[in-house]
């Protein structure tokens, strides 16, 4: 809540310098746009409820930028987003004061974007590209508000070389995280799971037939640790192409307090210890998330791969008010993604897209429940130069990224993703 | 899956079915300048950094203010001969620059007539328009 108090006196106050400093010559420049979407799967439900087709799926961003003098321009983006289980969520994606050093070098302050990959950057803004989603086994929804924009700052610039140059960026900060979002939900879940089973095999006072379990959450609190993110992109060495890699370290502690209670055997009725609280308290920290991109544009086509690689690992506590000694698990993973896009545009008006893409939530436990496997076919129709609608289907094999906490029945291996979207911008 | 399947092709179909392309003729356009700027031509790879975003200076130091056209013969003209786009790779380049905040696009006009009062007025203000536009009072730039 304080955060979220913090981050809206911050907006008011710099819309209000931003328009305090208005002059004739350097306007507010305002732009904007709006998109609906549907998403409906064969089986499984994919960040919505999309077994039984879901509009939940739609994007509200204004975008507001001044020029204050040849050299420092302020700006910021607000934005609705709505998606699934998620709800509806108003935050500022990207706002700060951009100076340039000079011709090649600036910096920035503020909440910066960070260059994750080729796209990452506009990952939520659909009318940049042909597809509907970018290819989720590199740009993985669980991550998107970890690594989504950084509170901080940022120095970039392009270097001119003999053909070419080489860009480069370099983002500090924290991750602007949320404690509902859906992510931090799938995550806290995750990390109780396991708690839960050591209690309820580890309780001696638990007669037979008595489980326990969580009755309700008490506070949840998520803070981001520094993070950092470095780019290195080279750009047209030869024309139309561009390639380099990523590295962004991030961490996020996650607290959080349940109050479990036991679950009565319903023959015996019988209660043999009342209700007790736990304090939750889990360190993730990704000490590199590293991505190699490739990216080839010839007339109409663009060529496009990329591979991820991130190694995590989790300490999580539990301290139970029942006392004794804390329960401690850790977790170390590697996670693995990486497809291969191809994108042509057929017109101004018609373009198509088919990619590839393999993710592995832990490389060394490969079976159908870690992975997901995703064959994507898309169509883009631009209506006008301020309309588009897209169509897209999605075969996939593997539940690797499907969240566990919106499908509570078995899931399926084989299934299919079909996503429509209409964006309008102005 | 087939039953998705089947959807997908449909709709594929129908929204390919209903789009004609239309060819555009294009006319050829010139460069214009505010009167005051001393220099007389431009480079033409000069011409591409600047509508693409990076801060040029004229010979004198002065800034160059670029501004270009919405649509339009001269428009498609100028962004093909110049900067090897067509008129939607020019806007999807500054719609990425927009909503990622990496920058501002030139000011546009909807008419030549207004894109020329404002070169007129403007100190260091650069644009184009077609070659049959009234243009009295700019400076038109031979581009190298």
């Known amino acids: 809540m304080k955060k979220k108090l913090a981050l809206w006196v911050w907006v008011l106050g710099f819309l209000s310098f931003i328009s305090a400093t208005a002059t004739a010559d350097s306007e507010l420049v305002i732009h904007g746009l709006v998109s609906q979407g549907?998403?409906?799967?064969?089986?499984?439900?994919?960040?919505?409820?999309?077994?039984?087709?879901?509009?939940?799926?739609?994007?509200?961003?204004?975008?507001?930028?001044k020029q204050i003098d040849e050299k420092l321009r302020l700006g910021v983006q607000l934005m609705s987003r709505t998606l699934g289980e998620e709800g509806t969520r108003f935050y500022v994606d990207w706002g700060y004061g951009d100076y340039r050093l000079n011709d090649t070098t600036g910096i920035r302050l503020g909440r910066v974007k960070v260059p994750f990959g080729l796209y990452n950057k506009y990952r939520d803004i659909d009318l940049l590209r042909t597809s509907v989603f970018l290819p989720t086994t590199v740009y993985m929804e669980d991550y998107r508000q970890f690594i989504g924009s950084f509170d901080g700052g940022s120095v970039y610039g392009s270097l001119p070389m003999k053909k070419g140059t080489l860009d480069f960026e370099f983002v500090f900060g924290g991750a602007s995280a949320e404690e509902d979002s859906m992510v931090a939900k799938d995550w806290f879940n995750q990390f109780s799971a396991g708690y839960e089973g050591f209690l309820n095999a580890n309780t001696p006072a638990l007669p037979a037939g008595v489980t326990l379990g969580k009755a309700a959450g008490l506070g949840r609190e998520v803070d981001a640790k520094n993070s950092l993110s470095a780019q290195l992109l080279f750009n047209n060495l030869v024309e139309g192409l561009r390639f380099g890699a990523t590295r962004t370290v991030f961490g996020v502690d996650m607290n959080e307090t349940y109050l479990y209670q036991p679950t009565f055997n319903p023959v015996t009725n019988a209660l043999a210890i009342p209700g007790f609280t736990t304090l939750m308290s889990s360190e993730s920290r990704y000490k590199s998330i590293d991505v190699g991109s490739v990216e080839y544009t010839r007339d109409r086509f663009t060529f496009a791969a990329e591979l991820m690689a991130a190694h995590g690992q989790t300490d999580t506590t539990f301290n139970s008010s029942l006392g004794g000694a804390p329960v401690f698990f850790t977790n170390t993973h590697t996670v693995e993604g990486k497809y291969a896009m191809v994108d042509y545009r057929h017109s101004d008006k018609i373009s198509w897209c088919v990619y590839r893409g393999e993710y592995f939530a832990d490389r060394s436990n490969k079976n159908w429940q870690n992975w997901q496997k995703d064959t994507c076919l898309s169509l883009r129709y631009n209506v006008s130069a301020d309309w588009s609608i897209k169509i897209e289907n999605h075969w996939i094999d593997g539940v690797g990224l499907v969240q566990r906490n919106i499908n509570h029945g078995a899931l399926e291996r084989d299934w299919n993703l079909l996503a429509i979207k209409a964006t309008y911008n102005f | 899956m087939k039953k998705s399947l089947v959807v997908f092709l449909t709709l594929s179909i129908l929204t390919v079915s209903v789009v004609t392309v239309f060819a555009e003729g294009e006319a050829s356009a010139i460069v214009i300048a505010n009167p005051n700027v001393s220099q007389d031509s431009v480079k033409s790879a000069d011409l591409a950094k600047l509508f693409l975003g990076k801060n040029q200076a004229w010979s004198d130091g002065q800034k160059m203010v670029p501004v270009t056209l919405e649509s339009g013969s001269a428009h498609d003209s100028f962004l093909k001969m110049y900067l090897k786009k067509s008129a939607s790779q020019f806007s999807t380049f500054w719609k990425q620059a927009i909503f990622t905040g990496q920058g501002i696009p030139p000011k546009s006009f909807k008419s030549e007539a207004e894109l020329v009062d404002y070169v007129k007025k403007v100190a260091g203000a650069i644009g184009y328009i077609s070659s049959e536009t009234p243009h009295e009072g700019v400076k038109v730039l031979k581009v190298e």
């Open chain 1, 38 to 65: 549907f998403m409906s799967t064969s089986d499984n439900n994919f960040l919505s409820k999309s077994e039984s087709g879901s509009f939940d799926f739609n994007e509200t961003i204004v975008n507001l930028q």
